[in-house]
């Protein structure tokens, strides 16, 4: 690594964090997380991550955590599992998905410009040929994809979400 990737990696981590890995623990199936180890120089030590890693790990807890329900924090966590809840049409509640994420994304001061926001639910064509398959789906699949204040371009997959 010379010095220019070694100030760069510097800089990701002072101004875009770092905290414990947390990776799912049962991956497609379960939102759960639990921390990560790994060995280092005197046995098992706990994982870190850094930089842009960071950022796309605090989104998707934060995607996977009810707003409000931080103790330390009323403002952390995503607004739109009220939507997921609400019985209404499945298009408007993929709008208020929407909205939700962008606005979990514009709280974050780590993240400069939102690009695109993508909810994949699985269906392909227009709404009225595909209305049974929608109802059918379970999950919408979030993707999004933004800038840094470091001008890291980062696209992210946040997981999915139970739906209608």
Do not use: C
């Not at 870190?48 to 409000?68: E, F, H, I, K, Y």
């Not at 939507?83 to 499945?90: F, I, Q």
């Amino acid at each position: 690594m010379d010095r220019t990737e070694r100030e760069r990696a510097a800089a990701q981590r002072r101004y875009l964090g770092w905290g414990l890995a947390f990776d799912p623990t049962l991956p497609g199936l379960d939102v759960a997380r639990d921390i990560t180890f790994e060995d280092g120089p005197d046995g098992r030590v706990l994982a870190l991550v850094s930089g842009t890693g960071n950022v796309a790990q605090d989104l998707a807890v934060a995607l996977t955590t009810l707003r409000g329900s931080h103790v330390f924090d009323a403002t952390f966590g995503f607004d739109g599992l009220n939507a997921l809840a609400d019985g209404v049409e499945p298009i408007l509640v993929r709008e208020q998905v929407r909205i939700a994420v962008i606005a979990l994304l514009d709280r974050d001061p780590r993240v400069r410009r939102i690009v695109d926001v993508k909810l994949d639910d699985g269906r392909l064509g227009s709404d009225d040929a595909n209305a049974a398959a929608l109802r059918a789906s379970r999950t919408l699949d979030v993707q999004v994809q933004f800038e840094t204040i470091t001008d890291d371009r980062l696209a992210v997959h946040l997981g999915e979400l139970p739906s209608v």
